[in-house]
Nanobody, 127 residues
Framework: QVQLVESGGGSVQAGGSLRLACAAS????????MGWFRQAPGKKREGVAS???????YYAHSVWDRFTISRDDAKDTLYLQMNNLQPEDTAMYYC?????????????????????WGQGTQVTVST
């Protein structure tokens, strides 16, 4: 059974940093495309970053120079390091897995491509 559990969210001031983590069970990260998404109140869920089993990464334009996606295969944990956070980054953040062993990530993480989701972790950035 696939399970994803996010942690690491919180409240920070603008310019601060957070590192989100997503612990997996029921599969190995290295076999799948994994992604981070976020959803702000009243807005659609949007892709933030993704990482292929090979290690290739993709980022949304709004975060490419501030966020870093990575994973620790030995711990089956996915990370999102977020630096220079801004109020517009405030959202619930979700990790997700694409179905199909070995399927590549598309150049931009799309909600419809992902079938398994965690429960989310809240990130709030104040001015």
């Amino acid at each position: 059974q696939v399970q994803l559990v996010e942690s690491g969210g919180g409240s920070v001031q603008a310019g601060g940093s957070l590192r989100l983590a997503c612990a997996a069970s029921g599969f190995s990260y290295s076999d799948y495309c994994m992604g981070w998404f976020r959803q702000a109140p009243g807005k659609k869920r949007e892709g933030v970053a993704s990482i292929h089993g090979s290690g290739i990464t993709y980022y949304a334009h709004s975060v490419w120079d501030r966020f870093t996606i990575s994973r620790d295969d030995a711990k089956d944990t996915l990370y999102l390091q977020m630096n220079n956070l801004q109020p517009e980054d405030t959202a619930m953040y979700y990790c997700a897995r694409r179905p199909g062993v070995g399927r590549p990530c598309n150049p931009f993480p799309v909600v419809a491509d992902f079938a398994y989701w965690g429960q989310g972790t809240q990130v709030t950035v104040s001015t």
